[in-house]
């Protein structure tokens, strides 16, 4: 087998439907199948999937809502690809897609995991990796009010590659990332502390730390990501749920790999990052900005009340 795809429902399924009838379609040319881990969804979709794509698809039922990394993992038990491939619920693949990323694959031994360039809900690129490694420096870098101004002014991302030849980048988006099954065998699997977010990012610094294979992007391999739609949460319609599971991911990843003060003064950074965007929002007379970031700080400040222990 070339490529197992993976994805996890939890009560999501037009977004998993969907999902899976774009693999179908538009996946050509390459020998995969597809693992979907139902996290006990209880509008009963999970099981209304399963009847649906019948013994196209492998089938788990997780028992409970175990997440995302501890799903990913018992599906991986299961899998058979010489690549695995975590696809969101959420997204809907364009054009040969997994065939793009299984070929540069094959021709890159030193690629251990690769994603696409993807595009929002309305064709427009999107957050498709992080081009270095996660750290305090970085999370300054990006918070700052430079960059968020630069991309607003410029109509440019950051984290888009807008060439048509690959990169080297730090994280691929959990959304469409496909690794090397190698590089599990070697690295081990996803961090199971972390329930949702920030669980690619964790496994990419460790695989680059512990390993000698590389991340890249993969610009002509596309893919729409309709992020957030399980939550009903966006930049215009915050999700404090998911906001939660960010962070508490964030935290997990910086204890790991930088220790508890590390994590501590992530939190501390946010804090003052928010303000300022607080600041500029009502100077502005952004008023929805104003209050996403009053709503993010006052969650921060919960964190760090109760400390990172």
């Not at 881990?37 to 196209?56: A, C, I, M």
């Not at 190698?182 to 920030?198: P, S």
């Amino acid at each position: 087998m070339d490529v197992s795809i993976i994805l996890i429902n939890y009560n999501t399924f037009d977004l998993t439907k969907n999902a899976i009838e774009s693999i179908l379609t538009e996946t050509k040319d390459v020998a995969y199948e597809i693992i979907l881990v139902d996290n006990q969804s209880p509008d009963g979709s999970g099981e209304r999937l399963r009847d649906l794509f019948g013994d196209k698809i492998i089938y788990i039922q997780a028992g409970g809502n175990l997440g995302t990394a501890k799903a990913f993992n018992l599906a991986y038990a299961s899998a058979s690809g010489t690549y695995l491939l975590w696809l969101n619920s959420d997204v809907l693949l364009k054009e040969n897609f997994v065939k793009e990323l299984f070929d540069f694959m094959e021709k890159t031994p030193d690629c251990g995991i690769c994603g696409g360039n993807i595009f929002d809900a309305d064709g427009e690129p999107a957050h498709s990796f992080e081009k270095n490694a996660v750290t305090l420096k970085s999370i300054r870098h990006f918070m700052s009010l430079t960059r968020y101004f630069f991309e607003k002014l410029s109509r440019r991302r950051i984290d888009y590659n807008y060439t048509d030849s690959p990169i080297r980048v730090a994280v691929v988006m959990g959304a469409d990332m496909m690794i090397r099954r190698a590089v599990i065998e070697k690295a081990g699997l996803f961090d199971e502390n972390i329930f949702m977010y920030c669980e690619e990012t964790e496994f990419a610094y460790r695989m680059q730390k512990e390993t000698e294979w590389k991340a890249y992007n993969v610009p002509y391999a596309h893919i729409y990501h309709l992020e957030g739609a399980s939550f009903n949460g966006s930049e215009n319609n915050f999700s404090e749920k998911r906001y939660r599971f960010m962070l508490s991911g964030y935290i997990v990843y910086f204890k790991r790999h930088f220790g508890e003060k590390a994590a501590e003064k992530y939190l501390k950074l946010l804090c003052r990052s928010y303000l300022k965007f607080m600041i500029a929002g009502a100077l502005l007379f952004m008023r929805n900005r104003f209050r996403l970031y009053r709503q993010k700080r006052k969650i921060v400040l919960e964190y760090i009340k109760k400390g990172v222990a």
